[in-house]
């Protein structure tokens, strides 16, 4: 009888496998977990709700009678004024919501100015003895995710945003990741 011979390296190409379905399982359950999440959420007025339109464009809605819709609203209305203020007049149905402050008219903010002002809060938040790290993740993935939208988004897009905060989160100061809110 002749013995059987595992290839050099076969236990290293085992543990490879078994790490690939572990992690295979784990994005799994998160999938089924987001699409869970997703269909509880449609049509709740107590989040962020997203329509698509005939032209193809798409809308954000929120109910003022919820906490964050009123806060929302409120944030629209103080842009609307800044707007009302820098260029004289209401907004037009194909102007910025967020414009350039330093144009002289109505035109997108620049990335550049938009991440310039993230990078403000960051400082501010430092300053404050408060975490970055949600601003810092915002700069980096290029969207703010929050418990009232994050079902408008991809379970790709929430790991993205979940890993990347853990990356920039101090846990020296602000304990765990694990307890993070």
Do not use: C
Request: aromatic letters at 8%; proline letters at 5%.
């Amino acid at each position: 009888m002749t013995s059987k011979r595992t290839p050099a390296g076969g236990g290293k190409r085992a543990r490879k496998v078994q790490q690939r379905r572990k992690r295979l399982a784990q994005q799994g359950v998160s999938r089924e977990q987001h699409a869970a999440l997703v269909l509880e959420r449609s049509g709740d007025p107590s989040f962020v709700q997203r329509r698509t339109n005939a032209d193809g464009g798409r809308t954000l809605s929120w109910s003022n009678a919820t906490v964050g819709g009123a806060e929302m609203n409120e944030a629209l209305n103080q842009q609307r004024k800044a707007f009302q203020d820098k260029f004289g007049r209401d907004f037009g149905p194909n102007d910025p919501l967020f414009f350039d402050p330093d144009a002289d008219t109505p035109q997108e903010i620049s990335e550049e100015t938009l991440l310039a002002d993230v990078d403000s809060l960051i400082d501010k938040a430092l300053a404050a003895g408060e975490n970055p790290a949600y601003f810092q993740a915002w700069r980096d993935t290029g969207f703010l995710l929050t418990e009232h939208n994050m079902h408008l988004f991809s379970a790709s897009d929430i790991d993205e945003s979940y890993a990347t905060l853990e990356r920039h989160w101090n846990e020296t100061t602000f304990g765990p990741f694990d307890d993070a809110p």
